[in-house]
C-alpha cells in the first residue's frame, strides 16, 4: 500500500522565502521548506507533492486536481488569505482535511490580515511558528488520517 499524499500548497510571493522580509517570514527559502517537508513527510509514513504559484487560477486548478488523488491538503494561501473567494470555494468543494498554514502570526499583524477566508474550509489553523508550521501542519494531518 502506498503512502498517503498530501497536496502542499502555497501562495503568492512565497517564491521570495528566504530574502523578503525574513524579521516577519523567516530565513527558510521555499525549497528548504519543501524539503523539511519531504523528510518530515516520510518519517510519517506520508508523501507530499509541493506546489508554489503567484497566480489564484493556477492554485483553485491545484486544490482541483487533488481532488480524488491527494488525502489532504496543506495551504499557506499568502497574499490570498483574506481575499480570494474562489481559492475558498475551491477547498469548500476538497473532501479531505485542510490545514491552513501561516508563517507569521496574523492575528498580531495588520487588521486586514486577520480574516482570513481560507479558514471556513480549512481543518484547522497553524500560524506563528515560522517555517516549523509546516512540519506541525503534517504531524496534524497525519494524526487525522492515520
Known amino acids: 500500500m502506498s503512502a498517503p499524499l498530501i497536496v502542499i500548497l502555497n501562495g503568492p510571493n512565497l517564491n521570495l522565502l528566504g530574502q523578503r522580509e525574513p524579521?516577519?517570514?523567516?530565513?527558510?527559502?521555499?525549497?528548504?521548506?519543501?524539503q523539511m517537508c519531504a523528510r518530515t513527510a516520510g518519517g510519517l509514513g506520508l508523501t507530499v507533492e509541493c506546489h508554489q504559484s503567484n497566480h489564484e487560477g493556477a492554485l483553485v486548478t491545484l486544490v482541483q486536481e487533488a481532488r480524488g488523488r491527494s488525502h489532504g491538503l496543506i495551504i499557506n494561501p499568502a497574499g490570498y488569505t483574506t481575499s480570494s473567494v474562489a481559492l475558498l470555494d475551491a477547498l469548500l468543494a476538497y473532501p479531505g482535511p485542510i490545514i491552513e498554514v501561516h508563517l507569521s502570526n496574523i492575528h498580531k499583524r495588520e487588521a486586514f490580515r486577520r480574516d482570513s477566508l481560507v479558514s471556513r474550509a480549512a481543518t484547522g489553523v497553524l500560524c506563528g511558528f515560522g517555517a516549523r508550521g509546516y512540519a506541525l501542519a503534517l504531524h496534524a494531518i497525519a494524526g487525522l488520517l492515520l
Do not use: Q, R
Not at 524579521?23 to 519543501?34: N, P, Q, R, S, V
Open 23 to 34: 524579521e516577519i517570514y523567516g530565513h527558510a527559502t521555499l525549497a528548504e521548506i519543501d
